[in-house]
């Protein structure tokens, strides 16, 4: 049966719908996309639900719709060609990137009157990473990967190959100029809060309008895991929430899962407000092993299932006022 409504697409995001075909490579190439876009067709919209709400479809073959002065849109494009590779070396002053890197694939969320985008890529995402610089997950299985790229050049693990970013999203103002008052601030500002995004009105029963996940980027760490960043995105007639998830598992050593979430609920206020949760946790497979979880890496194939057993390193709240008149 399709699912339409907001308790079965929050099922898609659950560790039952969400698990890998077994008889597929957890990360084999194209799979996870492939996934992700049966996942997207399965949620069908009745156009008596998008008129109803008042949305409508994006134009032009462009995936998404417009609803309550929002415009949100998805895209889905193939892994980067090596020229391109090279020039997202050269630009973040690396030669190191994921196996799969999606480039042109993001997720935008603009509204419209005020100009303020809310965007999602794997450029920027990578750039947090560079900037963030951990210190390389020391792992027994490195001594294995001196021999992955070039049999004879040892490979020294002297960066994060993990890919771990502290990436919580981009944004910018597009403004009219035309209508646009010199010296007025175009920036925008995230303030600290105790607002909570409201979990439970999640799972109310209403029409699912759009629904999508965008493969960002993704590496199998040479078999010994898995390095996964991913943008899901779901609008109902009452709101639109969306959750980035940057999950890793180093095989026998380390799990770590940094979660963004974004919800706004639609009103007839011209400035609306977006709240937004970052909630960063990791654990090693020892320490899961010392309170009685197993330590086999195949219990650990779904970070929706993983998120209850690891423990929080950070987590934080903050609420974005939208300008309708910038």
């Keep these: 049966m399709v699912p339409r409504d907001a308790h079965n697409v929050t ?36 156009e008596k639900d998008l008129k109803a709400a008042g949305a409508e479809r994006l134009t032009g073959g462009r995936r998404g719709l417009r609803i309550h002065g929002w415009e949100i849109e998805s895209r889905k494009c193939s892994i980067l060609n090596s020229s391109t590779v090279q020039q997202w070396e050269e630009k973040l002053e690396t030669t190191h990137l994921p196996e799969m890197v999606f480039g042109e694939s993001c997720l ?30 020391e792992v027994p299985a490195a001594a294995k990967w001196k021999f992955r790229s070039k049999p004879f050049q040892q490979v020294i693990l002297d960066y994060d190959y993990t890919f771990t970013t502290p990436y919580c999203g981009s944004e910018t103002i597009e403004m009219d100029m035309e209508k646009h008052e010199c010296g007025k601030s175009t920036s925008l500002y ?21 629904y999508d996940e965008v493969v960002l980027y993704e590496d199998e760490l040479a078999d010994n895991g898995v390095s996964l960043l991913t943008v899901k995105v779901r609008v109902m007639p009452s709101c639109w929430f969306l959750l980035l998830r940057f999950w890793l598992r180093v095989d026998g050593v380390l799990m770590r899962l940094r979660d963004t979430r974004m ?33 086999d890496s195949a219990a650990y194939s779904d970070p929706s299932i993983i998120s209850q057993r690891l423990p929080v390193v950070m987590c934080r709240s903050q609420k974005l006022k939208v300008s309708g008149n910038l």
Aim: charged share 30%; net charge negative; glycine share 6%.
């Design 11 to 46: 099922r898609l995001w659950s560790p039952d719908a969400l698990k890998e075909d077994k008889k597929t490579k957890e990360g084999q190439t194209g799979n996870r996309s492939n996934r992700c876009e049966k996942l997207a067709m399965e949620v069908e919209v009745e």
């Design 108 to 137: 935008v969320l603009k509204h419209v009157k005020s100009g303020t985008k809310i965007y999602f890529n794997a450029f920027d995402a990578l750039g947090g990473w560079k900037q963030e610089g951990l210190p390389p997950v």
């Design 190 to 210: 995230w303030e600290d809060c105790e607002e909570k995004i409201d979990m439970v009105a999640l799972t109310s029963k209403e029409p699912i309008l759009f």
């Design 263 to 295: 919800h706004c609920v639609f009103s007839d206020s011209a400035n609306p407000v977006i709240l937004r949760e970052s909630c960063w946790k990791e654990a090693t497979f020892q320490s899961l092993a010392a309170t009685g979880y197993p330590t």
